[in-house]
């Protein structure tokens, strides 16, 4: 379940850990983010997602990991 700022905040921390890539509110009420960059700055925006966003309880998180694609010019909530 998200919290309130679920995908602000998610562009917060990635912005300040220099990743691109985006944050979307699906419409079964999860959240879906793709993050693009170093790898332990991705898994750092994954687990901060995971335990530490203010207001929100995360019961599941799925990850999947392909190459980066260069495509995403910043960080963006869709």
């Known amino acids: 379940m998200q919290g309130v700022f ?3 905040n998610t562009k917060r921390c990635a912005d300040s850990l220099g990743l691109t890539g985006w944050v979307r ?10 993050f693009e960059g170093d790898e332990d700055e991705v898994h750092q925006a994954i687990e901060w997602c995971a335990t530490k966003q203010p207001y929100a309880r995360v019961s599941k998180k799925t990850v999947e990991t392909s190459p980066a694609t ?6 963006s909530v869709r």
């Open 6 to 8: 679920f995908r602000a």
């Open 70 to 75: 260069g495509e995403f010019e910043s960080f």
């Open 25 to 34: 509110n699906r419409f079964d009420g999860s959240v879906e983010a793709v």
